[in-house]
């Protein structure tokens, strides 16, 4: 039996919402059709208009500390994690996971507390692994069919130039992109207006502005500085916006960028747990309980901001990432989904998976996969289309078309060059080195990884 901290908050049900009780046998059904909840409980399903809601949480009394390995039955709270998994009826499906943290018995362990890991859900609805997939699949049942039918050819053209590049490997492209994301800066817009101030835009009003909303327990800002590619992802559009690049880290504007990070930590503006805070759902629960009055993330939270009935421009903003001096570009990276096909099957099966992959680029069908995933599509037209619903998508949209792909120096030897930067990321933030002796320590890896040419 779970504890009653266990359970998710009631949530958004409306009087027009359907909500069935889950039997025994309902929650088979539900397995069969959504087998990475095998291992959960099932609560109960929501059937609103636009969405269906599956609302699931853990089956074990207690978890393992990731950092120790002692069991913990200790629960020091939960929150609710919405992810999107697939779609039903042409609607998409949400599943709302209860997400226990747990306090790690061991007081000598560096972690204070922990979230359980629920057979590790963060593997199986890690942002980047969105059961994409699956997703397709249904799409290709209902709409790929139909749409490949009414097509001539493909062309790269009509794309965003980064969408392109980051499919495309030594002059020949290899995959499609099906949908792109970047990171923001989201902000809390009550909390800036009490404080009389306006969203930054350069480091020097980030800076400033994150230690006039330092009051405890709020922190100015919070951000993504883990020992993994999440940390290096977040520091991107700082350092390259900044004229910086992955080739050399030790030049001046790369130092200032994460001079810039170690500074609001020193000074308290950002916690030290921004060491262990991964983008989602640490930095979006931090925001949306109010301990955070800016975060960088990206549109990948607003189904967990729609779920607390946050709105865009009413309770929260996003402005893009300040840059060091005034009016200069912003060069974000570039996230997202690409969709290839491989060279396996028979011709037959070759033949529909090319329509297929075709289909997807239509303008209408790439506007509502997009929309399902929470991702802004390839082509600008498209985008377009999209703002006039959904507003909250701007600043991505405006970073896209000056986003730049990961892989363009390093192509797949970019995790190397990741995992460098973040150890310096790390290292820097705790104090262990000093800025540019972390970042020459970084240097001296990233000058032994070969390039290769990517786009
Ligand atoms: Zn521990």
Redesign the pocket.
């Known amino acids: 039996m779970l504890p009653q901290s266990a359970m998710p908050p009631a949530g958004a049900a409306t009087a027009a919402s359907h909500v069935p009780e889950v039997s025994g046998p309902g929650e088979e059904l539900l397995l069969m059709l959504f087998p990475r909840l095998r291992g959960l409980r099932i609560l109960l399903v929501e059937d609103t208009e636009e969405a269906v809601a599956i609302r699931a949480c853990c089956r074990a009394a207690c978890a393992r500390?990731p950092?120790?390995g002692?069991v913990s039955a200790r629960i020091h709270g939960a929150y609710a994690r919405v992810v999107a998994d697939g779609a039903a009826g042409g609607r998409p499906v949400l599943i709302i996971l209860a997400v226990r943290r747990f306090r790690?018995p061991?007081r000598s362990?560096a972690?204070a507390t922990?979230a359980e890991q629920a057979e590790d859900l963060s593997v199986r609805y890690r942002r980047h692994s969105v059961p994409l997939l699956g997703m397709l699949a249904a799409f290709g049942l209902e709409l790929g069919g139909r749409a490949g039918a009414r097509l001539a050819g493909f062309t790269t053209s009509g794309y965003y130039p980064g969408a392109i590049s980051e499919c495309t490997y030594q002059g020949k492209q290899y995959c499609y992109p099906i949908g792109t994301n970047s990171v923001g800066l989201f902000y809390n817009k009550a909390m800036f207006a009490a404080a009389h101030l306006q969203p930054p835009t350069t480091w020097a009003e980030l800076q400033a502005d994150a230690k006039k909303l330092t009051k405890a327990p709020v922190y100015g800002i919070a951000f993504d500085a883990t020992a993994d590619e999440q940390s290096t992802w977040q520091l991107e559009p700082f350092f390259w916006s900044a004229g910086a690049s992955l080739t050399n880290v030790t030049t001046p504007p790369f130092q200032s960028a994460l001079q810039l990070w170690v500074n609001m930590v020193k000074d308290g503006s950002a916690s030290k747990s921004v060491l262990n805070w991964g983008q989602d759902p640490d930095l979006t629960q931090q925001f949306m309980q109010g301990h955070a009055a800016m975060i960088v993330d990206g549109p990948w939270i607003f189904p967990e901001l729609n779920q607390k009935g946050w709105t865009y421009n009413k309770e929260y903003g996003i402005v893009p990432i300040p840059t060091d001096k005034p009016g200069q570009t912003v060069v974000a990276p570039l996230g997202g989904e690409t969709m290839d096909m491989g060279t396996g099957g028979s011709t037959e099966q070759q033949k529909l998976a090319w329509e297929w992959v075709q289909g997807m680029q239509q303008p209408d069908v790439m506007e509502h996969v997009t929309s399902l995933m929470y991702y802004l599509p390839t082509k600008p037209a498209v985008t377009e289309q999209v703002l006039k619903g959904g507003p909250e998508y701007t600043v991505f949209a405006k970073e896209t078309q000056t986003a730049r792909p990961r892989t363009t120096e390093y192509g797949a030897n970019y995790p190397k060059v990741s995992q460098a930067i973040w150890t310096a990321i790390q290292a820097a933030i705790t104090g262990t080195s000093s800025v540019s002796s972390a970042l020459q320590t970084a240097q001296g890896t990233i000058s032994g990884v070969q390039q290769v040419s990517g786009g």
Do not use: L, T
Request: glycine share 0%; with cysteine.
């Open positions: 500390c950092s120790c002692v790690c061991d362990c972690k922990f």
